[in-house]
């Protein structure tokens, strides 16, 4: 048996965390990534929040978006930045505890953003709002289900892949994939206004 070398795919981009080994707490031993609805080969950036599970041992990422262009109140057609992973079904919401309806339909046409078309409007949306794929949907019921850490590093979707999950630690807050609204579910993150 020999040496083996595997190869990871990065994105480059400047670090999420601040510090690092003792400076971060990551929960115990590694999770594998739950795969299911994710492209292969897609890219789950550092700094995404993570619903893991310490007694299945699995961990899956909160699916966001970020919008790039301004929506009226009655929209139900909104543009958001390529990559997002949200996909046909998913309860499209902006909030928590705001409105959350199923996305009917997503076009790539577009070399710069993807339109994604919901059945009833989650209201006016401004350029650069987080959107997220709600764990429920109806007029009050947008929630992030149990996110509770964050992925450590970037990890290509590939079955059998594992992840590690921060769960206490500081982050550059304008380099994390995901607005304040979902601050109050990761208390144990501190969120440097650094750059």
């Known amino acids: 048996m020999g ?16 510090g690092h080994g003792e400076d971060l707490q ?3 031993g590694g999770f594998k990534l739950d795969v299911t609805g994710l492209a292969a ?17 699995v961990a899956k990422p909160l699916t966001t978006g970020r919008v790039v262009e301004n929506a009226a109140s009655n929209a139900v ?6 990559g997002s992973r949200l996909k046909t079904g998913d309860y499209f919401a902006a909030k928590k505890g705001d409105k959350a309806y199923a996305i009917t339909a997503i076009s790539t046409d577009n070399a710069d953003y993807d339109v994604v078309t919901v059945g009833t409007s989650i209201g006016a949306l401004t350029a650069g709002d ?9 007029a009050s019921n947008a929630a ?3 996110v509770n850490g964050l992925n450590y590093r ?12 921060v769960i206490r630690g500081t982050v550059y807050a304008r380099r994390v994939p995901y607005s304040s ?11 440097s206004q650094s750059y």
Request: no cysteine.
């Open 130 to 138: 987080m959107v997220f794929a709600s764990t429920a949907t109806g």
């Open 41 to 57: 080969g897609a890219i789950i950036k550092a700094g995404t929040p993570m619903q893991f599970d310490e007694a299945t041992r």
């Open 181 to 191: 609204d979902l601050e109050a579910a990761l208390p144990k993150i501190i969120y």
């Open 144 to 146: 992030f289900g149990a």
């Open 154 to 165: 970037d990890q290509a979707v590939a079955d059998g892949e594992s992840v590690s999950v």
């Open 77 to 82: 057609n909104y543009k958001i930045a390529k």
């Open 3 to 18: 040496l083996g070398y595997k190869r990871t795919s990065t994105t480059g981009d400047v670090p999420v965390f601040q």
């Open 26 to 28: 990551v929960a115990q």
